[in-house]
């Protein structure tokens, strides 16, 4: 089984700390080692070969932060951002002419998984001659920012799918539970022939028989789309995996909130100077200055040298919008980081 790290995200609602040249894959959250360094580790010591899959914009910045592992990893480059779609096949692609029909576990650079996780892709190994396969995490609430997958008739080692749903309303998520549908975790065991032969008939536009170097040569006549969207919503060669263990999707610092281990008043402190009185549920970060909480309740604080963002933890996720409209201005702090010298990108 081959690792393929998808590494070529913005992150923006974990801005101001992920900028466009430094996304969230480069954090160091409740780790002294990043996103991207903890997936390329965990899938070194289970997969034969890792693919790191990003674009030329932070294709730089993931050399250093691999430095120490670049001569046990293939980065391929995107030349342009193009979705999932077009990413997934590249791999495909090269590990076709490279490797053969060896099934690739697709692994998002941004998610938190337990070790065993591993074990439960590997038994899964058998389904990849015969389906997609895409992995189901059994939901502990009805959420509203994950996608769900519908399960129906049973396999060896997991079901067919029904359908997908979208991100459903409240009400919609708590009917989905008692239909024993899972979060989709965006994670994928594919075999190359499989996945291509299912993408010709479902999005021709997406690949015409091209090798894997004129498939990047061609890259700007790619459709821009996920791979959910072309193939595994209408395939009816889709199969799902539950899994039970920890997964979580670091989406937004609500996300990392519920990651990380709060104190006893259910505030999470990353910082050497900060100081809290009568606050609750709130999320403060800062390495630079001294930060004063007095009151606060179910609020975000996010200090950088040269940005501060303070949100509702309920209304993290709409940072992004937020980052939106700072670009529109050509604010250079949705680009660069801090640490990062622009001279040198």
Sequence with gaps: MIGVVLAGGTGTRLWPLSRELYPKQFLEIGSDKSLIQRTVSRCKNKADEVLVITNQKQSPQLEKELSETLDEVQIIEE????????AIISAALFIKENFGDEPFLVLPSDHVLDKDFFEVAKK?????????ITFGVKPSYPATGYGYIMPENELE??????????????????????RDALWNAGIFLLRPSILLSEVKKHCEALYQDLGYKEYLKNYENHPKTSIDYAVMEDSNKIATVPYKGKWKDIGSWKAIYELLSEDENGNISIGDDIHLKESENSFFYSKNRLIAGIGTQDLVVIDTEDALLVVDIDKSEEVKDMVKQLQSEDR???IVHPSQDLDEI
């Design 79 to 86: 030349p342009l951002k193009k979705g999932t779609g077009p």
């Design 124 to 132: 899964a190994e058998n389904l990849s001659s015969d389906y997609l």
């Design 157 to 178: 080692t997991g079901y067919e799918v029904e359908s997908f749903r979208e991100k459903p309303s409240k009400e919609e998520a708590k009917k989905l539970l008692n």
């Design 332 to 334: 250079k702090e949705t």
